[in-house]
């Protein structure tokens, strides 16, 4: 099982352009990498998902190395609405592996 | 819409008092799963389902029971809670499928004094 290595905390400014970079060492073939987000008081929510190379969607991008060992989450000109709990989560979950490690998160702080 | 969906948000109990904490997807999810969320530690999985009667242990199992009789419905049971279950509840579900993203529920705030 790929565990995960973050960041505690970062903090930022608005407007500005925020990466968190997630470290999985022993991440498997079969595995892809997922950032979720989570607001206080509520369940984290699905940002962005990718296996290699770079993912992009309209909330943020997702770049992965080759040797997928780490990967970074991308938000661009970030908002306050942006402060949140980022957790990096890499596994084969759903296909044949249930366990699934979450790690500690970002807690990404916008201040304006 | 498609949810996941824990009742209740807010329990208060005492010491001893088995309770069950539900879950419901209505999206034909195989797999489900419960975590707990406690300052610092971030989420750990206590169990999981693959799909109907299939369950497993996750990482921090000791003191929770759960049933997949059906494949829309997951609860969480305390047999005997104590003050360390004290957490911040989440069940979500997927598909059975690789990469399939994890749908999470609001929540349920435990309080076991």
């Given at each position: 099982?790929?565990?995960?290595t973050?960041?505690?905390?970062?903090?930022s400014?608005e407007?500005q352009e925020?990466?968190?970079?997630?470290s999985?060492?022993?991440?498997a073939?079969?595995?892809?990498?997922?950032?979720?987000?989570?607001?206080?008081s509520?369940?984290p929510?699905?940002i962005?998902?990718?296996y290699k190379?770079?993912?992009?969607?309209?909330v943020?991008?997702?770049?992965?190395?080759a040797?997928?060992?780490?990967?970074?989450?991308?938000?661009?000109?970030?908002?306050?609405?942006?402060?949140?709990?980022?957790?990096?989560?890499?596994?084969?979950?759903?296909?044949?592996?249930?366990?699934?490690?979450?790690?500690?998160?970002?807690?990404?702080?916008?201040?304006? | 819409?498609?949810?996941?969906?824990?009742n209740?948000?807010?329990?208060?109990?005492?010491?001893?008092?088995k309770?069950t904490?539900?879950?419901?997807?209505?999206?034909?999810?195989?797999?489900?799963?419960w975590?707990?969320?406690d300052?610092?530690?971030?989420?750990?999985?206590?169990?999981?389902?693959?799909?109907?009667?299939?369950?497993?242990?996750?990482?921090?199992?000791?003191?929770?029971?759960?049933?997949?009789?059906?494949?829309?419905?997951?609860?969480?049971?305390?047999?005997?809670?104590?003050?360390?279950?004290?957490?911040?509840?989440?069940?979500?579900?997927s598909?059975?499928?690789?990469?399939?993203?994890?749908?999470?529920?609001?929540?349920?705030?435990?309080?076991?004094t």
């Open positions: 099982l790929a565990k995960t973050q960041p505690i905390s970062m903090d400014y407007g925020v990466n968190i970079t997630c999985h060492n022993n991440i073939t079969n595995d892809y990498i997922t950032w979720y987000q989570q607001f206080p509520q369940g929510r699905f962005i998902q990718g190379t770079k993912v992009t969607n309209e943020a991008s997702l770049f992965i190395p040797d997928r060992k780490s990967s970074t989450l991308s938000l661009p000109r970030v908002s306050l609405s942006d402060t949140a709990v980022y957790y990096c989560l890499v596994g084969d979950y759903g296909g044949s592996q249930g366990n699934l490690i979450f790690g500690k998160g970002t807690k990404l702080s916008v201040k304006p | 819409e498609a949810q996941v969906t824990q209740p948000r807010y329990l208060i109990t005492v010491t001893g008092k309770l904490v539900t879950c419901s997807q209505n999206m034909n999810h195989e797999y489900m799963s975590y707990r969320q300052p610092g530690l971030g989420l750990r999985q206590i169990y999981y389902s693959m799909n109907v009667e299939v369950t497993d242990k996750g990482d921090v199992p000791e003191g929770y029971k759960v049933s997949r009789k059906e494949k829309r419905n997951f609860p969480l049971i305390l047999e005997s809670p104590s003050p360390n279950q004290t957490s911040l509840y989440f069940c979500a579900s598909l059975a499928k690789t990469n399939s993203p994890l749908h999470f529920g609001n929540g349920t705030r435990l309080t076991v």
